[in-house]
């Protein structure tokens, strides 16, 4: 709702609200969301939320959708921030440390939330027929949204995605095709054959909802800490639409009042073996070259080029953060260590962000008695290869 329209995030070319867009026609950036803050801020107030289902949607004023019938939703979002004192305990110093556990989401990450909210926006706009390439996770949120939708998905996989990611797309009635390539050759297969077989392209920030269900993070974050913002999130980054949707959120909610400009600082996790934004922020570059022979078992991490990535750099750079390289040994181990302390089974992008959070402190990147948010953006047990 309140959508006032789309602006490209590279030229600012402005795009009319409620019409399908891809990317900027002008300059093949993606674009964003604007909304009438004003008038969302009359009915989305701190107070209306505590009566408010307890899913996404509570956020509705700020969300794409203009009719609620469109709404594809299958309980995506609201989920629990945990504390883990007996995780912060392991740590050198003292942290108020917290895990977002995305795991809790339909399909098991939070790869739901976008696609809850791309797939409203195509059901609202009247496509039929929804494609994308996906490292996994996302293939599974769309395989189930466009299912709940009554929508076709033509999904796109690498071949050695996990097994889990497979079944689930089939399970859920969608079309799977797995490539011998990255999941950057899967989007040029989508690209190839989409005007042809009438599909509508929702890849990462190709589109520009997925942004917007997954910016919600940064909502239920403040709402979850009683209007503040921790001091530092680490975001386990491949495409980056939860980092770019959180900056954006707090934006939006300083806007409306509900905070001040105090910023956390996003740290940006990547798998040594794919870590194209580290090597970008290191270097200085507003842009990050691709990132050759990526390999990783964090599957959501293998994303050798982000369309984003200027997005990406550009909050790292704002809020003084950072990006951190993990190896792979190191964030498979880091799995079992979360899951004995604390009895959450991570994915292992999510657990990457504890050896990076080790790697500040060593480095005196975080203080003591900071508030340190990590993302655990989905569940280890979609990854059984890992731990073979
Ligand atoms: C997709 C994915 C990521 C990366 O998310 P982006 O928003 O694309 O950066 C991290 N973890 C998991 C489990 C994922 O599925
Ligand atoms: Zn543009």
């Known amino acids: 709702m309140n959508v006032t329209h789309l602006e490209c995030a590279n030229c600012g070319k402005t795009y009319e609200a409620n019409k399908l867009y891809n990317l900027c026609v002008e300059c093949g950036k993606p674009l964003l969301v604007f909304y009438d803050l004003e008038t969302a801020k009359q009915t989305l107030t701190k107070d209306s939320l505590k009566t408010r289902s307890e899913n996404l949607w509570r956020y509705a004023e700020v969300l794409p959708v203009e009719n609620p019938e469109n709404i594809v939703c299958l309980g995506e979002g609201f989920t629990p921030l945990l504390k883990v004192e007996r995780l912060a305990a392991t740590l050198p110093l003292k942290l108020n440390l917290y895990i977002k556990d995305e795991s809790t989401n339909p399909t098991q990450s939070f790869k739901a939330r976008g696609m809850s909210a791309a797939v409203s926006m195509a059901k609202e706009l009247g496509v039929k027929k929804v494609a994308a390439p996906s490292a996994g996770n996302a293939a599974g949120a769309l395989a189930a949204y466009a299912s709940r939708a009554g929508m076709e998905a033509h999904l796109f996989m690498p071949q050695d995605t996990p097994k889990a990611n497979i079944v689930e797309c089939e399970q859920t009635g969608a079309f799977v095709t797995l490539v011998d390539g990255l999941i950057t050759d899967c989007g040029k297969i989508v690209a190839e054959r989409k005007d042809a077989e009438g599909w509508f392209d929702v890849s990462t920030l190709k589109e520009p909802y997925r942004v917007e269900g997954k910016k919600t993070m940064g909502y239920e974050l403040a709402e979850q800490l009683d209007w503040t913002l921790p001091d530092v999130i680490l975001y386990p980054t491949g495409g980056g639409t939860g980092l770019i949707g959180m900056w954006k959120a707090f934006d939006e909610m300083e806007k409306m009042g509900w905070i001040d400009s105090k910023r956390p600082r996003m740290v940006s996790v990547q798998s040594a073996g794919c870590a194209p934004i580290v090597r970008a922020f290191h270097a200085g570059s507003r842009f990050a070259d691709e990132f050759e022979n990526a390999h990783t078992v964090a599957s959501g ?88």
């Open 301 to 388: 991490l293998r994303v050798p080029k982000a369309i984003g990535d200027f997005l990406i750099l550009d909050a790292i750079r704002a809020s003084n953060g950072t990006a951190i390289a993990v190896s792979d040994e190191n964030l498979v181990s880091a799995v079992k260590e979360i899951g004995a302390a604390e009895g959450l089974f991570c994915a292992p992008e999510g657990a990457a962000c504890l050896p990076a959070l080790r790697e500040m402190i060593e480095k005196d990147l975080v203080g003591e008695g900071e508030t340190v948010v990590i993302f655990n953006t989905g569940a280890g047990v979609k990854y059984l290869e890992c731990f073979a």
